[in-house]
T-cell receptor, first 112, second 108 residues
Framework: NAGVTQTPKFQVLKTGQSMTLQCAQD?????MYWYRQDPGMGLRLIYY???????DKGEVPNGYNVSRLNKREFSLRLESAAPSQTSVYFC???????????FGPGTRLLVL | AQRVTQPEKLLSVFKGAPVELKCNYS??????LFWYVQYSRQRLQLLLR??SRESIKGFTADLNKGETSFHLKKPFAQEEDSAMYYC??????????FGQGTRLTINP
């Protein structure tokens, strides 16, 4: 099922390079989230967007920017990648009024 | 601040044995808690919510406000239960706070 898609699936960057991680949903939900998953740290919220055109910082926003230009897409940008940003990045949407979240398949990022 | 603690990074049990994954939380109000699971090469998905008081794939979790715990239990483990499990707490109206995760391995 499509639901939430993320591109790319895997990326290798050199320190200082920039890139944008894309997330798109076809479920027409307002709230979207970006998390990073690191061993022993669980999932930590980077940024979220309650609706089109609005974004808010999460727990670990430093080094990232986001953009929510329309309801369907929520992108995460690394302006100058650092090795500490090596992680698996997950996009998620908030489903209905039950406060549950539906996750994308993830993007594995390696910064050398 | 709201926190979720999963004290075990790794848990290994034999098939057919009982399983308990621990989760403790700190929250000032009435918490809403969840268990999420990530099977190998699959996306993170909701396993169960405390508010539903449901049993999914044989797993149950009871909210114990006195002990501030929400442990996940299954009486007889199966090999397909091997996965990464995350306990999570709602923070405000929009955000989930996750624990560190427990990798469960079921040995044949």
């Amino acid at each position: 099922n499509a639901g939430v898609t993320q591109t790319p699936k895997f990326q290798v960057l050199k320190t200082g390079q920039s890139m944008t991680l894309q997330c798109a949903q076809d479920m027409n939900h307002n709230s979207m989230y970006w998390y990073r998953q690191d061993p022993g740290m669980g999932l930590r919220l980077i940024y979220y967007s309650a609706s089109e055109g609005t974004t808010d910082k999460g727990e670990v926003p430093n080094g990232y920017n986001v953009s929510r230009l329309n309801k369907r897409e929520f992108s995460l940008r690394l302006e100058s990648a650092a090795p500490s940003q090596t992680s698996v990045y997950f996009c998620a949407i908030r489903v209905g009024g039950m406060e549950t979240q539906y996750f994308g398949p993830g993007t594995r990022l390696l910064v050398l | 601040a709201q926190r979720v603690t999963q004290p075990e990074k790794l848990l290994s049990v034999f098939k057919g044995a009982p399983v308990e994954l621990k989760c403790n939380y700190s929250y000032s109000g009435s918490p809403e808690l969840f268990w999420y699971v990530q099977y190998s090469r699959q996306r993170l998905q909701l396993l169960l919510r405390h508010i539903s008081r449901e049993s999914i794939k044989g797993f149950t979790a009871d909210l114990n406000k006195g002990e501030t715990s929400f442990h996940l239990k299954k009486p007889f483990a199966q090999e397909e239960d091997s996965a990464m499990y995350y306990c999570a707490l709602i923070q405000g109206a929009q955000k989930l706070v996750f624990g560190q995760g427990t990798r469960l391995t079921i040995n044949p």
